[in-house]
């Protein structure tokens, strides 16, 4: 039963209006009442999404919760224009529930400008939300260059000793790759008139012009996953970022750029999507491949686990251009199960970090000895990041390994080396930092996680298995939508 009460309106601006709220508690000395509002606030953007998968109709592919469609710029026929539909609907869930846990990640570990903290997730939280449901071209594009400044603060103000080259290169790259989308869309609009999405994807274009859309697509979007090889600045941010904006950054923002693909590259220019798929296939292939391998040298916990969702991300893109809905449906899948277990994994160096000040693998060492709750913890999300059968990271990888088999047996045979990978490096990080004796004194003296840590380990565990054991509601809402932009795609827009 569709509604209309206006759940995607509250999705952005809740967070976002919450966020300056928390900014409007002021200094240091009410650090707890920003905390309070901040939690309150996020639970409240949480709850206001949750509509969006009880009432939404898994039968149709076409648009749902269109109640927000108002003119902005008339001239240009701009419009604030929202929907979503099964390739949006979880990221939205997915970027609410993130949200919580990073608030209550940082509850007692932020002690300085708290409010500008928290504010900046929440801020964050709505714009991205805008990036999911927007249906026009210029809104969309406010929203995902928006997105960019909270977690440029973010890194830059609460981030390591070499935070601000980290957030200067983090935002150059993405940067740059946006203003060839901007071009991109101002042809789309000349052709048109019009920056609708649903518009620009029923656009007669020839195949010279899809060609360089794309490529202007590829870029922006390729920078934000990030693909190999524009990769190199998503390590740099996440080991300099707090383990906030590490849990963000991976969860959430890496998810732009994929979404980016299958809300813009394979629609509007099926014909070209298809011609160089074989290129992005390869691109994604070697981000599968020689990043698991780059990801075995890392002495850096942070880092490896930064290499891990570059791989991981590859996979997303291998997905996508199989242009099946065995692969593209996988493809989504792997996107939300990443956002469960790249948040567990760096909140789990994080609780490691607050205790030591270090990530360093080699300080560690025999951590399951004093920290038995917390090793079983990271266990279930090792496990479930070298995508272990019962686990959320299974069910994305072999359904995309699956479609692969139909495209090409050797595309199948290299993507499953990332199941080899994954394991090894993974596997050897944990065995080396919670297996064996105890390494050093700073080990030994080590405290077991508390309540509040307890906590939010145990809802993402809760998560990854319920994925892993149970997909059906996860993927349920996604058949349709998939199936219809699967046949756009092959029926393309050329005689």
Not at 98 to 119: F, S
């Amino acid at each position: 039963m569709m509604t209309e009460i206006p759940y995607l309106n509250l999705a952005i601006w809740v967070p976002i209006l919450g966020g300056v709220l928390v900014l409007a508690t002021g200094p240091d000395t009410h650090a707890r009442m920003a905390r309070v509002v901040a939690l309150l606030v996020a639970v409240l953007g949480f709850a206001v999404t949750v509509p969006l998968y009880t009432e939404f109709d898994a039968s149709t592919a076409a648009m749902q919760f269109v109640v927000e469609k108002r003119p902005w710029i008339e001239h240009f026929n701009i419009y604030y224009h929202l929907g979503i539909d099964g390739l949006s609907l979880w990221f939205i869930l997915l970027n609410a529930f993130v949200t919580i846990l990073v608030v209550i990640a940082g509850w007692q570990v932020i002690q300085h400008r708290v409010a500008q903290y928290m504010a900046a997730f929440l801020i964050m939280s709505g714009l991205m939300n805008g990036i999911f449901a927007a249906l026009d071209g210029v809104l969309f594009y406010v929203f995902f260059e928006a997105s960019l400044i909270p977690l440029y603060l973010v890194i830059g103000a609460w981030g390591g000793p070499n935070r601000m080259y980290a957030a200067i290169k983090f935002f150059l790259f993405t940067l740059a790759g946006s203003l060839l989308l901007l071009l991109a869309l101002l042809y789309l609009y000349n052709v048109t008139g019009s920056f609708d999405i649903l518009v620009w994807q029923r656009a007669p274009l020839a195949f010279g012009a899809q060609g360089l859309i794309f490529l202007a697509f590829l870029v922006a979007f390729g920078v934000k996953v990030p693909m190999w090889p524009v990769h190199t600045w998503l390590p740099d941010a996440h080991v300099e970022a707090p383990t906030g904006g590490s849990v963000v950054l991976a969860a959430i923002a890496l998810k732009l750029g994929a979404y980016g693909f299958v809300r813009f590259a394979l629609p509007i220019v099926p014909d070209a999507s298809l011609q160089y798929a074989p290129y992005v296939l390869a691109l994604s292939l070697v981000a599968v491949i020689y990043i698991g391998f780059v990801a075995l040298a890392q002495t850096d916990m942070k880092k490896l686990v930064a290499y891990s969702s570059i791989a991981h991300m590859g996979f997303v893109t291998l997905g996508f251009f199989l242009v099946n809905p065995l692969g593209i449906e996988g493809a989504l899948v792997q996107m939300i199960s990443h956002g469960f277990v790249s948040a567990a994994m760096f909140l789990c160096i994080g609780v490691l970090y607050d205790r030591m000040h270090s990530r360093q693998i080699s300080d560690y060492g025999g951590v399951a000895n004093t920290m038995p709750r917390f090793a079983a913890f990271f266990m279930l999300f090792a496990m479930a990041n070298c995508a272990l059968p019962g686990t959320s990271g299974f069910v994305g990888e072999f359904t995309i390994i699956l479609g692969a088999m139909k495209y090409s047996f050797w595309v199948a045979f290299l993507a499953a080396t990332t199941l080899v990978l994954g394991a090894a490096y993974t596997l050897w990080m944990y065995k080396r930092v919670v297996f064996g004796a105890v390494a050093n004194e700073r080990v030994a003296a080590l405290t077991d996680i508390g309540m509040r840590e307890f906590f939010f380990l145990a809802v993402l565990a809760i998560c990854v298995l319920a994925m892993g054991l149970y997909p059906f509601p996860f993927t349920e809402p996604m058949h349709e939508s998939v199936n219809a932009l699967v046949q756009h795609v092959i029926a393309g827009k050329l005689p």
